[in-house]
């Protein structure tokens, strides 16, 4: 079982940066892939970046590449996202996820574990 708490939301101009954080419950959190999604009001939930279990594979959305960056800290059971560049289309409230087996996907029911979000509001 794993537990994960995001925090790091906020609000922010358009062009800035927010870094959001999640931090996670249980001895075993090097044995799952972390993953980042965002949900806006109206819309469906939807993939931002994944990372393995040692932080040597990422995979990024298309929207976010080149400017998101996810990392992890399996000393600390820490995953983070900085996010730079910030557009308005980035609002929405973001999600820690955790997944067993050391593959990364993008399917949001592939995820076995969710924090409860945390929002991200880019003024413009």
């Known amino acids: 079982q794993v537990q994960l708490v995001e925090s790091g939301g906020g609000l922010a101009q358009a062009g800035g940066s927010l870094r959001l954080s999640c931090a996670a419950s249980g001895r075993t959190f090097s044995s799952y892939v972390m993953g980042w999604f965002r949900q806006a009001p109206g819309k469906e939930r939807e993939f931002v970046a994944a990372?393995?279990?040692?932080?040597?594979?990422?995979d990024y959305a298309d929207s976010v590449k080149g400017r998101f960056t996810i990392s992890r800290d399996n000393a600390n059971n820490k995953v983070y996202l900085q996010m730079n560049s910030l557009k308005f289309e980035d609002t929405a409230v973001y999600y820690c996820a955790a997944k067993r087996y050391d593959y990364i996907t993008t399917i949001v029911r592939n995820y076995d574990y969710w924090g409860q979000g945390t929002q991200v509001t880019v003024s413009s």
């Open positions: 990372i393995s279990w040692s932080g040597g594979n990422t």
